[in-house]
């Protein structure tokens, strides 16, 4: 609890370009949520040298990132909007986690095999603890709720566990956080195989609406998108391109399956799909242009930067200072 209210933390990946299915999925529920919440939305850039990254470009997607998190209608005066990288709490405390945390925990986490197998040629000791890391961004704030994606529930998990670890040794340090439940964000899949997730690292670009993508783009992508053969817009499991489409119109103009069905009755799938393109671009235009006046404001966004550093960096702190005591680091003499 931070003045009365219930903390919450949640932070995205600066890799890659972001997607409607981020924004659907998670970004617009963060900014829906964010006023019940003590709220602390990180860009975790330090979680993105797990793989090699391109600096120039990492920074730029990390500012991208930031900017974008402002734009999507996150008040940096309310919610802490910070870089992971300038709060060196996060891997202070990542150390000592590590120290509570057991190579067969993290030898049983699935995204950690799936990394593994996909970049053969570095699995580095970061890629292995970076569960540890998370659970010292979530541990730092003392955070009650965090909204996550089903896969980062294993993650989540494994947090509870070594605080729980923590605590069973040390007494109670660290709040035992819980994932988000309550609206969950939409789940949008690719324009191209709804079996998969829409994904930021897919390497069809028609897959994915980009979130920085113009109207004329986002159209096409939809007029290309991958339907079925039934040929009337009905909300069903048999027809996933279909279904996709209706769930992507749903989230962005806030109407129901049943409702989109009544609205494309006896009319064909090149009419919806005109109509959820353009539901699309009404819900990206004003978040681009939010985004670009933003951009033109480098002394606001500086700013908003160095104020949120200094608040998360105070909380961190706060609790980092009890647990080294707690672990036996000699008092700092002032
Ligand atoms: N690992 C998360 C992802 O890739 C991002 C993340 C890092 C995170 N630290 C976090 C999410 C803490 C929630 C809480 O999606």
Not at 152 to 166: G, N, S, V, W, Y
Request: glycine share 8%; net charge neutral.
């Amino acid at each position: 609890m931070l003045d009365g209210k219930k903390v919450l933390f949640s932070g995205m990946q600066a890799t890659g370009n972001l997607t409607l299915g981020n924004y659907l999925g998670a970004l617009k529920n963060w900014v829906s949520i964010a006023e019940e919440y003590e709220t602390f939305y990180s860009v975790v850039d330090m979680h993105s040298i797990t793989v090699r990254q391109d600096p120039a470009e990492l920074r730029r997607r990390a500012r991208t990132l930031l900017t974008l998190y402002i734009a999507a209608g996150l008040d940096p005066e309310k919610n802490c909007i910070y870089y992971q990288s300038h709060v060196s709490g996060h891997a202070e405390l990542a150390w000592i986690l590590n120290c509570f945390t057991y190579m067969g925990e993290l030898n049983r986490m699935t995204q950690f095999k799936d990394k593994a197998a996909k970049h053969a040629d570095n699995i580095n000791a970061g890629l292995f603890t970076y569960p540890v890391l998370m659970a010292a961004d979530i541990l730092l704030y003392q955070s009650d709720v965090v909204p996550v994606g089903i896969d980062q529930m294993q993650h989540l998990e494994l947090t509870r566990d070594i605080a729980q670890r923590f605590n069973g040794i040390y007494g109670d340090v660290f709040t035992i956080p819980e994932a988000y439940i309550g609206k969950v964000g939409a789940k949008i899949m690719s324009l191209q195989d709804p079996a998969k997730k829409m994904s930021k690292s897919d390497e069809n670009p028609n897959g994915s609406i980009y979130l920085m993508d113009d109207p004329d783009t986002i159209v096409r992508k939809f007029k290309r998108a991958v339907t079925d053969s039934e040929g009337c817009v009905r909300y069903s499991q048999e027809q996933p391109g279909i279904r996709n489409l209706i769930d992507i119109y749903c989230a962005c103009t806030g109407k129901t399956p049943a409702e989109t069905e009544r609205e494309f009755d006896g009319r064909g799938y090149g009419d919806f799909k005109m109509a959820v393109g353009e539901a699309v671009v009404s819900v990206l235009k004003p978040l681009q242009d939010r985004f670009a006046d933003l951009s033109k404001n480098k002394d606001y966004l500086d700013g908003m930067i160095r104020a949120n550093t200094e608040k998360a960096q105070y909380y961190s702190n706060k609790t980092l200072r009890k647990v080294q005591k707690k672990v036996g680091f000699p008092e700092r003499i002032r």
